[in-house]
């Protein structure tokens, strides 16, 4: 079974940084495409970025520059490092993978705030 489990999430000042995890498991991770999404209240789930297996990457454009994604495919796991956390990156985090149909995990919650 397709299990995803994301950490890292927490309180942050604004400008300040933070590293999401997402451990993946009951799936070849390696040989398939992972991706970040974040869905803040009352709005629509937003696409942050996604990366290939070999480590390609490409990033919405309110993250880019700001946002690194990374996988360590040894690990089964999917990364998303955040700096120059802004108020507007508040959301919950959420990884997923489509196989047949998409799968997410239960979400971790960023709050930028002074």
């Known amino acids: 079974q397709v299990q995803l489990v994301e950490s890292g999430g927490g309180l942050v000042q604004p400008g300040g940084s933070l590293k999401l995890s997402c451990v993946a498991s009951g799936f070849s991770f390696s040989d398939i495409i992972m991706r970040w999404y974040r869905q803040a209240p009352g709005k629509e789930r937003e696409y942050v970025a996604h990366?290939?297996?070999?480590?390609?990457?490409n990033y919405a454009e309110s993250v880019r520059g700001r946002f690194t994604i990374s996988r360590d495919n040894a690990k089964n796991t999917l990364y998303l490092e955040m700096n120059r956390l802004m108020p507007e990156d508040t959301a919950a985090y959420y990884c997923s993978v489509v196989i047949l149909r998409p799968y997410w995990g239960q979400g971790t919650q960023v709050t930028v705030s002074s």
């Open positions: 990366i290939n297996p070999f480590g390609g990457a």
